[in-house]
């Protein structure tokens, strides 16, 4: 079954880029999705197909995806975007694959 | 705006069954596919099962497989999860989710399953 892997955690300080990322082999053929889940909520879809983002989503938040790594990059972080961040796609053997998330803190 | 309203948790006894809706609502239900995703209390995201826009095709995460059938009510905007012999593993939120593309672009706020005795 395909696999991607995350970062258990992230730190970053407020104001400056996160970069979050998301192994998976030739993931960079594959459509990647990023959500983000703050505690008690549902997720919500922040990146879709690797690098655009859906309305309301902020610009600060970009997706990139090239050969075995895709990733989320969170530029000017504030304190609200504190959350567990998954990636996700889709393959053909095991259909819907999501990534083991990754803890984002802001310092 | 898209509303996803999932029903039916509750707490079951192992071995038990247990059936989830979802109402849908402010979007043409019957032209997307539909995802039910579920997360254990404390753990990441795990993906369920897909429906088409039809009903046509359905698929199974390996773990719920021969266990769990997903179906579709395109005259009511519902849909469901019919979830037999449960397990403690079983254990989780689950989130009905609209298909975007080969992502999900709307989620439910969850519903609490809980297999216990």
């Known amino acids: 079954s395909y696999v991607l892997t995350q970062p258990p955690s992230v730190s970053v300080a407020p104001g400056q880029t996160a970069r979050i990322t998301c192994g998976g082999n030739n993931i960079g053929s594959k459509s990647v999705h990023w959500y983000q889940q703050k505690p008690g909520q549902a997720p919500v879809l922040v990146v879709y197909d690797d690098s655009d983002r859906p309305s309301g989503i902020p610009e600060r938040f970009s997706g990139s995806n090239s050969g075995n790594t895709a990733a989320l990059t969170i530029s000017r972080v504030e304190a609200g975007d504190e959350a567990d961040y998954y990636c996700q796609v889709w393959d053909s053997r095991s259909d819907v694959v999501f990534g083991g998330g990754t803890k984002l803190t802001v310092l | 705006q898209v509303q996803l309203v999932e029903s039916g948790g509750g707490v079951v006894q192992p071995g038990g069954s247990l059936r989830l809706s979802c109402a849908a609502s402010?979007?043409?239900?019957?032209?997307?596919?539909m995802h039910w995703v579920r997360q254990a209390p404390g753990k990441g995201l795990e993906w369920v099962a897909l429906?088409?826009?039809?009903?046509?095709?359905?698929y199974y995460a390996d773990s719920v497989k021969g266990r769990f059938t997903i179906s579709r009510d395109n005259s009511k905007n519902t849909l469901y999860l019919q979830m037999n012999s449960l397990r403690a593993e079983d254990t989780a939120v689950y989130y009905c989710a609209k298909a975007g593309g080969t992502g999900i672009d709307y989620w439910g706020q969850g519903t609490l399953v809980t297999v216990s005795s």
């Open positions: 402010g979007f043409t239900f019957s032209s997307y596919g």
């Open positions: 429906i088409r826009y039809d009903g046509s095709n359905k």
